[in-house]
């Protein structure tokens, strides 16, 4: 049983914030995601819980235990590392079999413990050898092994399926996420590629300049963006922005993208411009949502875009399409047919868009 809190956390490198404030809870037994860009804070919000770095200022609980000063042998948690730390003298077997016999687990018990570990991970066949006589993905897994095999109360899990290939990355990430339900064990990972998050994640935390922009369950986080960086984080192809400012002619309204216009209706106009802090807006619409016609349709809403790249991916298809010198991407059925400079027409649902508030940066509906 254990939950991890985090009060405020802030992390100073000399000059560098590298964690700027962070508050976080996580639930027993939760599989918990730390997501965001490279240089965002990930590593060292991990190291924080870990004990591996000191925070500058704020704490950290363990259910009702402060532990911002415990050092981490006295944490019982175990962490994979960004850049698998195996002992480089010792086989796989024994680098898995470590921690246990540090702990003077029977002889016997080590052994069928480091195979039943070995065989869920698929490294059976490396146990008798070195690190320097395995590749990084299958160095990886070892590592991930010996975090394991020691069930620990907390994992801390870094990256771990970075230098994995990509085949092996999609049957891992299954394994890991169904592992963790089975062991029970409160886990922390920390990942910048966002199918691993939404995949694996019961909550996800998006981090971005050491700050939390949004946690919540991963269709929440795709479906609810919180944020202009949200939206465009999560979502491949990613989220297509139209600036625009918010409009009344008369008794007609409307959302202008100076290339195109979206008609509003009253109620929806008045909502958008209490929400707003003015009149500048950026309108998000996913590369799914954005329909592609041949002809222009009798409504409005929707702009002519000349065909620049197409992209055929089997189960379907992206189409790039360049209005000036902007691309914005659709997504279309696999076989959709399009040339290479053809001009197509985009057309916008509101229904299925997304409006932030340009200067807060904030969803307003
Ligand atoms: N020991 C250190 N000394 C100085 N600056 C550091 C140190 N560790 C991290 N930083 C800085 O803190 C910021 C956050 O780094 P961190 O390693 O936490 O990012 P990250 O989100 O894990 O990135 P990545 O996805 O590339 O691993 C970065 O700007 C980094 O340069
Ligand atoms: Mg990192």
């Known amino acids: 049983m254990v939950s991890v809190r985090l009060e405020n956390i802030v992390k100073k490198f000399r000059d560098v914030v590298a964690v700027n404030g962070v508050s976080l809870e996580i639930k027993d037994k939760e599989f918990f995601v730390l997501l965001g860009p490279s240089g965002s804070g990930k590593s060292t919000i991990l190291n924080i819980v870990a004990g591996l770095e000191p925070p500058t200022s704020g704490d950290v609980y363990f259910d009702d235990d402060l532990v911002t000063h415990l050092p981490p042998e006295k944490r019982d948690v175990a962490m994979v590392f960004q850049t698998y730390a195996l002992y480089p003298h010792m086989t796989a077997f024994d680098n898995i079999a470590f921690p246990l016999r540090v702990r003077k687990y029977p002889k016997e018990e080590i052994k069928r413990k480091v195979e039943e570990v070995a065989e869920m991970l698929r490294i059976k066949h490396l146990l008798h050898k070195k690190p320097y006589e395995m590749s990084g993905g299958e160095r ?98 990613p989220m297509n922005f139209f600036n625009c400012t918010l409009e009344e002619e008369g008794d007609k309204y409307f959302l202008d993208a100076g290339f195109f216009k979206v008609p509003l209706d009253e109620e929806f106009f008045n909502t958008l411009r209490s929400r707003a802090t003015g009149k500048e807006l950026v309108l998000g619409v996913r590369p799914k949502d954005l329909i592609v016609r041949r002809e222009r349709p009798p409504t409005d809403g929707a702009f002519e875009a000349e065909v620049y790249a197409v992209e055929p991916l089997g189960t379907e298809t992206i189409l790039n399409l360049r209005v000036d010198d902007n691309i914005y991407k659709a997504v279309v059925e696999p076989d959709f047919r399009a040339s290479l400079g053809e001009k197509v027409v985009a057309c916008i649902d509101l229904n299925r868009s997304h409006i932030f508030d340009r200067r807060t940066e904030r969803a307003i509906v």
Do not use: C, W
Not at 169 to 193: C, F, G, N, P, W
Not at 211 to 234: C, H, N, R, S, Y
């Open 140 to 237: 990886q897994r070892v590592a991930l092994a010996r975090a394991i095999v020691r069930e620990p109360k907390i994992f801390l899990l870094d990256e771990p399926l970075s230098n994995i290939d990509a085949k092996l990355r999609v049957y891992m990430r299954a394994e890991l996420s169904r592992l963790q339900k089975d062991l029970k064990v409160t886990t922390i990972y920390v990942t910048h590629d966002q199918v691993e998050a939404l995949s694996m994640g019961d909550r996800i935390a998006v981090i971005h300049q050491g700050k939390v922009m949004q946690i919540d369950e991963p269709l929440k986080l795709f479906k609810k963006p919180a944020t202009l960086f949200v939206a465009g984080f999560i979502g491949s192809p």
